[in-house]
């Protein structure tokens, strides 16, 4: 294991949205290694987007559980392309 690996739990997964310290439980609600994909993809290619809402996750008045919101949106276009509306 490398120092820069990631512990599978710890309060470090909140910093970027998760609702616990534990990922896998907001990752398996719905899509699974789809949304970690989904998270890879966006956060390369469009880096200033994916950070400007990371930071807008992060404010007091809007706060939200960046990481839980990409799974949600995950969800959604995922039901959308399988009732053929994408």
């Not at 294991?1 to 990631?6: A, H, I, M, T, V």
């Not at 512990?7 to 470090?12: A, F, I, V």
């Not at 809402?53 to 799974?71: D, G, K, R, T, W």
Request: glycine share 6%; charged share 20%.
């Amino acid at each position: 294991r490398s120092q820069f690996d990631p512990l599978p739990c710890g309060s470090h997964w909140d910093i970027i949205g998760f609702q616990g310290n534990d990922p896998s439980t907001d990752l398996n609600r719905s899509g699974r290694v789809l949304n970690v994909i989904h998270m890879l993809c966006f956060s390369t290619k469009h880096k200033e987007v994916f950070e400007k809402i990371h930071q807008l996750s992060q404010h007091p008045e809007q706060n939200f559980p960046f990481a839980c919101v990409s799974v949600n949106y995950t969800k959604a276009v995922m039901d959308a392309f399988r009732m053929g509306q994408l």
